[in-house]
């Protein structure tokens, strides 16, 4: 039974390694060698938490879970008062060599608390439904609003897909969720009447900054910014091996390297890297298929939308959201936090006669 584990284990485990290497290659052709060496160190002690996560004691982890919400939630706190300023957002704090990001751990601080929730609640009336419901839904308002003033668009759009994913496996009524998604349409409706009506009484609702945020996500259809043209001319004269000389692309270790990749090894790397993911994702959906496990379904869509958004941002047709894309983009916090949350996918997977 170990053994055909392992076997299975292997399907997973040779897209990763494939899409890292990738990662460090194509950094390796970035004009500065830090980024690649940098990228070399985040995964070597990813792989090393990986293997220590996927070995602990998984009902600890998730019986502690509300202990470590609470400690990241303060985190978020701290960041806005003594964290680093980038690219606009405040939200890293800086070490001397390197930074850290809690708005990327309080993925899984989250996915972990609202695991626990959801497994130790079992409304049998009315009321303790709502309960249940408000209980989830300040779980997720509370980091959401504190990512919201750094601010981090990208990262509150991944803790409402757990926190969706969450509530459907909730022991609710699905009524309740025809009436959170009307809701939500509603708002929606509103917001869009009033954004294409009257946009000085939508300024003195929800503020200037704010505004000025989602009105660069609506108006992204027009193609009009520097680094989305820049990646759009890059992918669009790469060719099949791509080119020695290609254009600067902004951001082109992080939320644009797919850009960058295709620009630099041409669309047959692209290829391999939709290949990979394709294996991941099809991996994750057999498991779900027969776990149907809570924690599992939370992070393989929070996965599959990070790609998706991602690379169909690169290509102009998502707005830019400072999403990166997972295991292949630059980034310390982003590539440890993911290597958490596969050691405790495949932790849960291992163990026997887990609660699913």
Request: aromatic share 18%; glycine share 6%.
């Amino acid at each position: 039974m170990k053994k055909r584990v392992k076997e299975n284990n292997l399907f997973i485990y040779i897209p990763v390694l494939i899409i890292l290497l990738i990662s460090i290659f194509v950094l390796s052709k970035y004009p500065l060698d830090s980024y690649m060496l940098k990228q070399v160190l985040w995964i070597v002690i990813g792989l090393v938490i990986f293997f220590i996560v996927k070995k602990f004691k998984i009902k600890i982890l998730f019986a502690y879970s509300h202990w470590i919400y609470l400690f990241n939630v303060i985190l978020l706190i701290l960041v806005l008062f003594i964290g680093k300023e980038i690219n606009g957002a405040k939200a890293w704090f800086d070490f001397k060599y390197f930074s850290f990001q809690p708005s990327e751990l309080m993925k899984v601080s989250l996915a972990l608390y609202l695991y626990q929730i959801v497994n130790t609640n079992f409304p049998k009336h009315f009321k303790e439904e709502i309960l249940l419901i408000c209980k989830i839904s300040f779980i997720f308002l509370l980091p959401a609003i504190l990512v919201f003033l750094e601010p981090d668009t990208g990262a509150i759009i991944l803790y409402f897909i757990i926190t969706i994913v969450a509530l459907y496996f909730a022991k609710i009524r699905r009524n309740w969720f025809i009436m959170i998604f009307g809701l939500l349409i509603c708002l929606l409706v509103i917001f869009f009447i009033l954004y294409f009506g009257n946009q000085n009484l939508l300024i003195k609702l929800i503020g200037t900054s704010f505004f000025y945020r989602v009105d660069r996500l609506i108006s992204f259809a027009n193609n009009s910014g520097y680094q989305i043209n820049q990646a759009l001319i890059a992918i669009g004269s790469a060719g099949l091996f791509g080119k020695k000389h290609s254009l600067h692309i902004p951001e082109a270790t992080t939320d644009f390297i797919f850009a960058f990749m295709i620009s630099k090894f041409g669309f047959i790397m692209a290829i391999i890297i939709l290949g990979c993911y394709l294996l991941i994702d099809i991996y994750f959906i057999k498991l779900i298929l027969k776990t149907k496990n809570l924690f599992i379904s939370m992070f393989f869509f929070m996965f599959l939308f990070q790609q998706i958004q991602n690379i169909l941002m690169n290509i102009g047709l998502f707005p830019i959201m400072g999403i990166p894309l997972p295991f292949l983009s630059y980034g310390g916090t982003n590539t440890i936090i993911y290597f958490i949350f596969l050691g405790i996918v495949l932790n849960i997977k291992k163990v026997r006669n887990f609660s699913f």
